[in-house]
């Protein structure tokens, strides 16, 4: 019987030049990838770049000679057209496993501008996209966020597949929906104003709050158990309240450098709901952003 050949790990990584750009590279050069990995060094130009072709080709291959000192195999693609597009469609016909790309932003605090190419890959492309923040300083803290859903376990699944390097401190993170928390509404005697004031919590919602908080613990629980199985170990955060909002402050408090988060992506499913965690989370967060596609139908 002939030896079922291995799979090649391939990554397409998105050059333009940027502070980010270099991140990415930076960041390539510090996983334990496979020696067969192959990276391909990818740009593509606008038509009032033509005279520039030269000048763009010795900087994809200056990237290229970085990335073969640390022992990597590369090699280059230079194209004209919309960058996103045009990674899109090399995505869909060369099926790498990651997409590597820059974020680019107005300032490190606002994230990258709605509309630009790292978020139109990311809605779009047909593989895992990391996006990548300037400045990179190294891979030592990275957090898995699961929300129970499909996409989530599958972002669990690619993370431990992921090349990570050793000494990653792994933490999986949890976010309950918010408690409505119910008020009545009185007018003072005094006034016409209308005050709104809180009301003890009943006893049903107490005990819905404490099945959720079980029920989410449990799914930490068995994300851990799944993560121990692929030789990866973790620290569990349960949280409540608005999921991007919590996830991105823990990322900050606790100086995190990945977060890892699933989407359904949308070349499948054409709506993609503007207020979407894993949108908020590229927009918004302080680090880089690995967002893993899901498999899940609709």
């Known amino acids: 019987m002939t030896p079922r050949k291995k ?7 998105a050059d333009d030049g940027s502070e980010h750009a270099r991140a990415a590279v930076t960041l390539l050069g510090d996983l334990p990838l496979p020696p067969d990995c192959l990276i391909t060094v990818f740009r593509a130009f606008a038509s009032t770049q033509a005279a520039e072709a030269g000048l763009l080709e010795e900087a994809l291959a200056q990237t290229c000679s970085i990335l073969k ?29 990651l997409i590597v790309i820059g974020a680019k932003g107005l300032r490190a605090t606002l994230g990258i501008l709605l509309g630009g190419v790292a978020q139109q890959v990311v ?49 999986v993170m949890h ?32 005990a819905r709050r ?53 989407s359904r992506g949308l070349s499948q499913f054409k709506s993609w709901l503007m207020g979407s965690v894993s949108r908020k989370l590229v927009h918004y967060s302080g680090c880089s952003v690995l967002v893993v596609r899901g498999t899940a139908s609709a």
């Open 175 to 206: 976010v309950l929906q918010p408690l409505p928390f119910p008020i009545v509404v009185s007018e003072p005697y005094y006034s016409g104003l209308i005050q709104a004031e809180p009301l003890p919590v009943p006893e049903e919602v107490a």
């Open 7 to 13: 799979h090649r790990f391939n990554v397409l990584l």
């Open 210 to 262: 404490a099945r959720e908080e079980q029920a989410g613990q449990a799914l930490l629980v068995r994300t851990v158990k799944g993560l121990k199985t692929l030789g990866l170990d973790a620290t569990t955060v349960l949280k409540r309240g608005d999921a991007a909002t919590e996830i991105i402050a823990y990322a900050k408090d606790q100086k995190i450098d990945l977060i890892v988060t699933g």
């Open 69 to 97: 000192n640390k022992g990597l195999q590369t090699k280059s693609e230079l194209v004209l057209g919309y960058p996103a597009e045009k990674i899109v469609e090399y995505a869909e016909e060369h099926r790498p496993d």
């Open 123 to 171: 809605e779009y492309a047909c593989c895992p996209v990391l996006i990548v923040r300037a400045p990179y300083n190294s891979l030592g803290r990275v957090l898995l966020v699961n929300d129970g859903s499909a996409y989530s376990q599958g972002a669990a699944k690619y993370l431990g597949k992921f090349p990570l390097p050793g000494g990653v401190r792994l933490h």
